[in-house]
């Protein structure tokens, strides 16, 4: 029971959709069926006996440190939750408290966002392509902190033209082979992604606005 509720708020609050495949929510929910599904069972196989006189004390013992176990895991995943997506130029970067803590960033910044968690926002660029993309190399060269890190470009998802801040996403299906477009579902929004995990392409449906699939970096080379 206590296995399903957190597989539950894992798949469902703290990684959801196809995050929990994609940015680190399996690898968390490997630490949670350890401890819970198999540490526990193991030492109360081997400490029990019937009769024994300190079992119940054993299985206290046991009880407690799985316990224990188990919050720990749980605050790692917890730790390791993505509670942002940003999207920078032509990449989306999937973003934990701690990424923002190690560039003096306030996590709780993303309150002022609609929504819920993880925050779907973007970098303001100029619209002046040239100008964008002069702004993109200067975060990489120059500024102090990366695109994705200047929280005073965030802005929230506009309620239209959405599709309009994916602005490399024609140039992206321009390089893609007949194949690979073949693989694409209907209004997908294609960008860059990163995370802690791994890096490739997503999909984004410009109606649902969610992330619909993931594709490996070799994909526009198919």
């Keep these: 029971m206590i296995f399903v509720a957190l597989l539950a708020i894992i798949l469902l609050v703290w990684f959801p959709g196809i995050l929990f495949q ?12 350890g401890v819970d599904l198999v ?7 081997i400490v029990f006996k019937a009769g024994k006189p300190s079992l119940k004390f054993d299985l206290t013992c046991i009880g407690l440190f799985q316990a224990l176990c188990l919050a720990g895991g749980v605050a790692v995943v ?19 408290a701690d990424e923002f803590r190690d560039f003096d960033q306030d996590p709780a910044l993303l309150e002022q966002f609609p929504g819920s968690y993880p925050k779907f926002v973007y970098t303001e660029l100029p619209t002046d392509q040239v100008a964008a993309e002069i702004a993109a190399i200067r975060s990489q060269l120059i500024d102090s ?9 965030y802005r929230a998802m506009p309620e239209s033209d959405f599709a309009t801040q994916f602005r490399h996403n024609h140039s992206l299906l321009d390089s893609l082979s007949d194949e690979a477009i073949g693989q694409l579902r209907e209004g997908c929004l294609l960008a860059r992604f990163t ?3 791994t890096s490739g392409y ?13 594709f490996d970096e070799e994909f526009l080379d198919d």
């Design 22 to 33: 994609i940015d680190g929510g399996w690898s968390g929910l490997q630490i949670v069926i």
């Design 39 to 45: 540490l526990g069972p193991l030492l109360t196989l």
């Design 78 to 96: 917890y730790s390791e939750r993505p509670i942002a997506l940003i999207l920078a130029y032509d990449t989306i970067y999937s973003l934990a």
């Design 145 to 153: 902190a990366p695109l994705f890190m200047q929280t005073e470009r």
């Design 195 to 197: 995370s802690a995990s």
């Design 202 to 214: 997503v999909c984004v449906d410009r109606d649902t606005r969610e992330i619909t699939d993931f």
